[in-house]
């Protein structure tokens, strides 16, 4: 017998001592679980040990099926590699099964699958995540004398079941396949063995195909869209065994015909794997039984997560739910947050089922007289929509064939989000919910901020609690203060609650926060009283001449502006990104994205880049959404060398400034290409590069109208068309808001459309308010109003614009430059100094 | 992670103790006038802020929100904002001004040589 890490609880070199976490299972919610408390600094309290009888690291189960289709190979679908346990010095003992578990000892007892060898690993914190298994239905003839399934007879749940059906389907000498069961596993299955030639019957037991999701109709649909792809299909059918001799010859069905084929494979549901837990003495109803903190009923010390447990009477069988539990586990297990509960998932499916797009959520069918049903059918394209409405929520929908409307339909359900009257809407068009229906129809429980987790219900109480503005209950919630796309709806959930209560809050008008002036009135007091500081503007407009600090970085971006040279450049104005160059990360190291302009590089710039993350050993290496390269995880104190390294100037990926221009390959490349987007791209990102403003810019500019660089979702947005002309549009976004641009003006040379577009920016960085991207921006002011002042000049101020618009321009040093001489002391000095740096993953 | 618990029994009289010697932490230029830095001190991490009036104080140097850097943060002559996610901190007491759990703020002196001064176990509030 080995022990291994029979050892109590080690100390790492200079770390602080760690316990011992040993995981049972080493399947999709057992590793993600790992992953979950490593992202919580979990390596720093815990050394991990893992067991699971798969011979293997944690792969894609998923996938499984896209093996079986030749979609994937299963090298591909590896999740964690071995590399990835070794890196993070997890202890995995593959192929070894865990048999016994002495709570009272606190040790586990394993098996290696193959030599037999015994091992023990002793725990202070144990996580069972031992999953399903393929249940296999009583039968004759599936099991030789031994145990072992029939030859030619498989179960669909693992690798090595893929491994030998595919092997199997392959033989020159198999012609026909039955699959037992009719839900999307066996769907699934039948669909990937066609594609080795082979013919496939599925015998399901129930009434219909994928009982568990759909309803009849829906159903119906399905099966024929199963039988156009040659698939057979026997519903109610009971099968009583399997025949042949040693091998498989076909299967027995109760009061029919024996189907003959050469191989099957049984796809009948699965079974959770609780015989450990039994025995080892824990709760085991229809799974292992978990508390909403993910722990066993039995024993603190030991948790449980996955397909293997139950939760408030539910067990579940896709990995959307294992996701949560995994969450709250190493919120739990690491104590990062002790208030984390799991409250059970609501489940909605989005699947492929056997090339044919369905998606599944609540009832399938009304069950109440006043339940509403919208219904659409066309089984001749094999489409089929069924919502289920009571009470003006979503409580049901199962969709066929066209899923465009799946992710809203999916989002009402899970939050009671409000429907739009016109049903209609939910079904075809865009169909998110009108901003009118809002507040008063949302469930209480819905949850409105999704960053830090608001309900309607918290926002409500605020308002009974006495803050009747928006911005008090904001400040009182959080709400709103994550990535802001809730903002309206709080606005209206607020004014609802609050009724004739709701105080107008005059600090909405205001730039920021500590200076009670907008933007107008603010930017005519600084240049009247020449204030070129933001310790001066403090002094002179603020109340009693408080500083505030939710206000420095809005002045000094609004300063810098307007003096561009002259501006008095005091260090503690900015907000860390600014004073060190680079995106402050969860982790407090920072992230670095050199200039690239138009996303165009060159072998030279990519080899340098390489270097220099494998210098500072740069712990992952990323595409952008912006067409350019980061380097994340770079400690603080090694951005100046980083720089130095790279030689490139900075992207200003942390700024609210000027970001970048995304361009298409455009007329030299493109066969469709009508004008020379990257040539525009580079040419804009130069002339404007890092210029502060009220808050991001982000551009493109696409060679024609296939507008492969996204023009139209962009704050500029520059499309080529026929006939050498440019169109221009301005308040594009495609982020947190989806909003298409307007059509500022149609050009007919590149150089025009860099005039408008520096116009435009210089009319937004003196209009817009603090944080109000063009999304907002345009559509408040308007588009007749910008075409009139930047187009047609109708205010005569166009030539002004230009020219302050260039004195930007020309004021603009490249902030990397501080690489050689740091602008303060400590500049570059590490936040946390006995913080292990970096903790992001390693890739 | 949470702060070090780092209260001395004798922390919540009021006078602080007398007999604690300081931690010098170096001089006080190497904080800019406005800024916060961070100090590994016996084992803890402290982030000294210097706000524009002069006045110094030092707060424990890891949020408790999820962990962020505060000698990173913005501040003014009452707070300091944490950079991750813009919670509110007492420069005095640690309190929190957005409803976070609050900081340990230590005693904290410049003597005559221009020195900080770190009082570890005189903390204000813990
Ligand atoms: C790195 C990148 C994601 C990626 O891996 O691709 C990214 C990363 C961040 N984005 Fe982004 N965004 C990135 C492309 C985008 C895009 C796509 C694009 O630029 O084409 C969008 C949609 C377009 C847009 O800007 O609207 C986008 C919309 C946002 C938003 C939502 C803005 C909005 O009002 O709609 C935020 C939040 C904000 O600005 O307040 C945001 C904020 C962030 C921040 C800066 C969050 C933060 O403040 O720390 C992320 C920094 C992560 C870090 O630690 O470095 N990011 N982000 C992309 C960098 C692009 C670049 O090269 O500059
Ligand atoms: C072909 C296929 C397609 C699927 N498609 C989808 C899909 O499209 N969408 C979706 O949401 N879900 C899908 N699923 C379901 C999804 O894969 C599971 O929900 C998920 O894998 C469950 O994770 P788990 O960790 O609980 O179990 P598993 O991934 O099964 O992991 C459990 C692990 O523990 C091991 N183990 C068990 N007992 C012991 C023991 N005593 N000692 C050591 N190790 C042990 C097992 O061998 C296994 O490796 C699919 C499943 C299959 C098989
Ligand atoms: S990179 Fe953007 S989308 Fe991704 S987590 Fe950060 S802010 Fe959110
Ligand atoms: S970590 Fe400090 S506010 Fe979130």
Redesign the interface.
């Known amino acids: 017998m080995t022990a291994l890490q029979d050892r109590p609880l080690t100390a790492t070199e200079d770390g602080p001592v760690r316990s011992r976490l040993v995981v049972i299972g080493n399947g999709m919610a057992g590793a993600r679980t790992v992953e979950e408390i490593l992202a919580r ?1 979990g390596a720093e309290q815990f050394s991990v040990t893992m067991f699971g009888d798969e011979p293997y690291g944690n792969y894609n189960r998923i996938m499984l099926s896209h093996v079986l289709s030749g979609e994937e190979t299963d090298e591909d679908i590896y999740l964690n590699t071995l590399d990835w346990y070794a890196d993070n010095d997890i202890s995995l003992h593959a192929g070894h099964r865990v048999v016994r578990v002495d709570r009272f000892a606190k040790i586990v007892t394993a098996v290696h699958t193959a030599t037999g060898d015994v091992a023990e690993a002793g725990y202070d914190k144990l996580i069972i995540a031992t999953g399903s298994s393929s249940f296999m239905p009583r039968m004759d003839g599936l099991t030789r004398p031994d145990g072992s399934l029939t030859d030619g007879v498989f179960a669909f749940r693992t690798i090595d079941d893929t491994r030998g059906m595919i092997a199997y389907a392959e033989h020159d000498h198999h012609h026909r396949a039955v699959v037992i069961g009719g839900g999307l596993l066996g769907l699934e299955a039948a669909r990937g063995l066609q594609r080795f030639g082979l013919s496939v019957d599925v015998v399901h037991a129930g009434a219909h195909l994928m009982n568990a999701q759909l309803g009849a109709a829906g159903a119906d649909i399905l099966r024929a869209g199963v039988e156009r792809l040659g698939i057979g299909v026997h519903l109610s059918a009971r099968t009583t065994g399997i025949l042949g001799d040693g091998r498989v010859t076909g299967v027995a069905l109760q009061d029919r015909e024996a189907l003959p084929c050469d191989m099957v494979v049984i796809a009948a549901g699965i079974r959770p794997n609780v015989e450990l837990a039994v025995t080892s003495g824990f709760t085991v109803e229809r799974a292992i039984v978990v508390d909403d903190f993910m722990r066993t009923v039995d024993d603190p010390d030991v948790y449980a997560v996955g397909e293997c447990v139950q939760h408030r009477g539910q067990v579940y069988g896709l990995v959307a739910p294992l996701w949560e539990q995994a969450g709250v586990l190493a919120d739990q297990i690491t104590g ?1 947050d002790v208030t984390a509960a799991y409250h059970g998932s609501r489940t909605a499916t989005k699947l492929k089922v056997a090339g044919m797009e369905v998606a599944a959520m609540g009832l399938q069918e009304p069950e109440r007289d006043t339940d509403e049903q919208v219904l659409f059918a066309e089984p001749k394209r094999g489409v089929y929509k069924s919502l289920i409405i009571r009470d003006d929520k979503l409580v049901g929908a199962t969709v066929l064939g066209d899923t465009s409307k799946v992710a809203f339909l999916m989002q009402a359900f899970d939050q009671g989000l409000p429907l739009p009257q016109e049903r209609l809407s939910m079904l075809f068009e865009l169909g998110a919910p009108s901003a009118e229906v809002g507040a008063a129809e949302l469930d209480p429980q819905a949850q409105v901020c999704n960053c830090n987790g608001v309900s309607k219900a918290q926002l409500c109480s605020a308002v009974e609690s006495g803050c009747t503005s928006v911005q008090g209950v904001m ?2 919630t ?1 709400a709103g ?1 994550g990535c802001g796309s809730c903002k309206l709806m709080v606005k209206q959930i607020v004014e609802w609650a609050a009724g004739d209560r709701v105080q107008e809050d005059p600090s909405v008008h205001w730039y920021v926060p500590g200076i009670p002036m907008d933007k107008p009135a603010l930017m005519r007091a600084i240049r009247e009283q020449g204030l070129r500081s933001v ?1 001066a503007v403090f002094a002179a407009l603020a109340p009693d001449g ?5 206000s ?2 809005g002045l000094g971006s609004l300063l810098k502006m307007m003096w561009n040279d002259e501006y008095v450049d ?7 990104n600014d ?1 060190v160059h680079a995106n ?1 990360q ?3 190291t920072f992230s670095v994205v050199p200039q690239m302009k138009g996303g165009v590089t060159s072998p030279a710039q990519l080899r340098r880049i390489a270097d220099v993350a494998e210098k500072w050993q740069v712990p992952m290496v990323k595409l952008t959404g912006g067409q350019r390269i980061d380097l994340l995880g770079v400690r603080k104190e090694d951005l100046p060398a980083v720089w130095a390294d790279l030689e490139m100037p900075s992207g200003y990926a942390y700024g609210k400034s000027f970001r970048t221009v995304k361009t298409c390959v455009g007329q030299e490349f493109c066969r469709f290409g009508v004008g020379d987007s990257t040539n525009l791209g580079i040419a804009l990102e130069s002339r404007f590069q890092g210029l502060e403003s009220p808050a991001k810019i982000k551009m493109a500019v696409s060679g024609c109208p296939r507008n492969c660089a996204e023009s139209y979702v962009k704050d500029v947005g520059i499309v080529a068309i026929d006939g050498g002309r440019w169109e221009i549009y301005v308040g594009g976004a495609a982020g947190a808001h989806i909003r298409k641009g307007d059509l500022l003006a149609t050009v007919d040379d590149p150089e025009t459309a860099e005039r408008l577009t520096g116009r435009f920016m210089q009319y937004y960085r003196e209009h817009a308010k603090w944080l109000e991207r063009t999304y907002a921006f345009v559509p408040r002011v308007g588009l007749d109003h910008l075409k009139a002042v930047i187009v047609e000049d109708s205010l005569g101020i166009g030539a002004d614009l230009d020219t302050r618009m260039q004195s930007s321009i020309d004021a603009y040093r490249d902030p990397w430059h501080e690489a050689h001489r740091p602008a ?3 500049q570059f ?7 292990v740096l970096p903790q992001v993953p390693i890739r | ?1 949470s702060a070090p618990d780092t209260a001395a029994p004798d922390a919540q009289e009021g006078p602080l103790a007398v007999h604690e010697a300081p931690h010098r932490l170096g001089p006080l ?7 916060g ?4 001190v016996d ?3 402290i ?1 000294v802020f210097r706000v ?1 009036s002069g006045s110094v104080y030092a707060l424990s ?2 949020c408790p929100h ?12 009452r ?3 944490c ?4 919670n ?1 901190f007492e420069l005095a007491t640690g309190c929190s001004t ?2 976070e759990s609050p900081l340990t703020a230590y005693r904290v002196e410049v003597d005559g040589t221009g020195d900080v001064l770190l009082y570890l176990h005189g903390a204000v509030r813990g």
């Open positions: 600094g990062a400040d009182r959080r203060k310790s408080q500083e505030d600090a939710r420095k970085m005091e260090r503690d104005a900015r907000f860390i004073r402050i969860r982790d407090g303060t002391p400590g000095r590490t936040g946390l100094p006995l913080q | 992670m230029e190497q904080i800019p006038v406005g800024e830095r961070a100090f590994g084992g803890q991490q982030a524009r140097a890891v999820r962990g962020g850097p505060l000698a990173d943060g913005q501040l003014d002559e707070q300091v904002l950079p991750l996610h813009l509110g957005t409803g």
